[in-house]
């Protein structure tokens, strides 16, 4: 397998999208909430949604999979925002506060990389923030040997490097900001 494609695996197996619904499902699984329904309205929610408005418009030719083209970003930040206040509203509907603070950390980075993408025009990295937003909830929210998952961020860093889809300081911004917005935004909504 050539090194692109190798590259091309690895951001589409930990897609912001794929990585964040793996961690709502280590979540689920730990607060045991909602049974079924929950798993499967985070999932949508955070998941299927999200990566089926890009999916779509890569399959008519409007995007490509990883929606490198910076200026076409900010559609797909707001429907995942949009998708992830569904989920919130069904969550509250249904009784599930308990993942109130996963849907708030989401959505948090989210907008925050949305600010920087459109005010900065800067294509900070969401591959980076997908790992480092989810991991830092699971390693507050479930256990501490969650923080373990940090690591992925070298297989992130090196496939979209390899890309040539960002520079270092995107990668390590995105990072950074997926951590320390999910930290402010756990503090405020008391789940740190």
């Given at each position: 397998?050539?090194?692109?494609?190798?590259?091309?695996?690895?951001?589409?197996?930990?897609?912001?999208?794929?990585?964040?619904?793996?961690?709502?499902?280590?979540?689920?699984?730990?607060?045991?909430?909602?049974?079924?329904?929950?798993?499967?309205?985070?999932?949508l929610s955070?998941?299927?949604?999200?990566?089926?408005?890009?999916?779509?418009?890569?399959?008519?030719?409007?995007?490509?999979?990883?929606?490198?083209?910076?200026?076409?970003?900010?559609?797909?930040?707001?429907?995942?925002?949009?998708?992830?206040?569904?989920?919130?509203?069904?969550?509250?509907?249904?009784?599930?506060?308990?993942?109130?603070?996963?849907?708030?950390?989401?959505?948090?980075?989210?907008?925050?990389?949305?600010?920087?993408?459109?005010?900065?025009?800067?294509?900070i990295s969401?591959?980076?923030?997908?790992?480092?937003?989810?991991?830092?909830?699971?390693?507050?929210?479930?256990?501490?040997?969650?923080?373990l998952l940090?690591?992925?961020?070298?297989?992130?860093?090196?496939?979209?490097?390899?890309?040539?889809?960002?520079?270092?300081?995107?990668?390590?911004?995105?990072?950074?900001?997926?951590?320390?917005?999910?930290?402010?935004?756990?503090?405020?909504?008391?789940?740190?």
């Open positions: 397998m050539s090194r692109r494609r190798l590259a091309t695996a690895v951001s589409l197996a930990l897609a912001p999208q794929l990585y964040g619904g793996f961690a709502s499902c280590l979540v689920w699984l730990h607060k045991a909430v909602g049974g079924a329904e929950a798993l499967a309205s985070l999932l955070q998941t299927v949604l999200p990566a089926a408005w890009v999916l779509v418009d890569a399959a008519r030719g409007k995007v490509d999979i990883f929606v490198s083209d910076r200026s076409a970003r900010l559609k797909y930040y707001a429907l995942t925002l949009a998708s992830y206040a569904l989920g919130v509203a069904w969550a509250v509907a249904r009784g599930w506060g308990v993942y109130l603070p996963l849907y708030a950390a989401y959505a948090a980075v989210v907008a925050a990389l949305a600010v920087v993408n459109e005010l900065a025009r800067w294509k969401a591959h980076a923030a997908g790992i480092a937003s989810p991991t830092t909830v699971l390693a507050l929210l479930v256990s501490p040997w969650y923080a940090y690591l992925l961020l070298i297989p992130v860093a090196w496939a979209r490097l390899e890309l040539k889809a960002h520079t270092p300081g995107q990668l390590v911004a995105g990072a950074a900001v997926g951590v320390m917005v999910t930290l402010v935004t756990l503090s405020v909504v008391g789940a740190a």
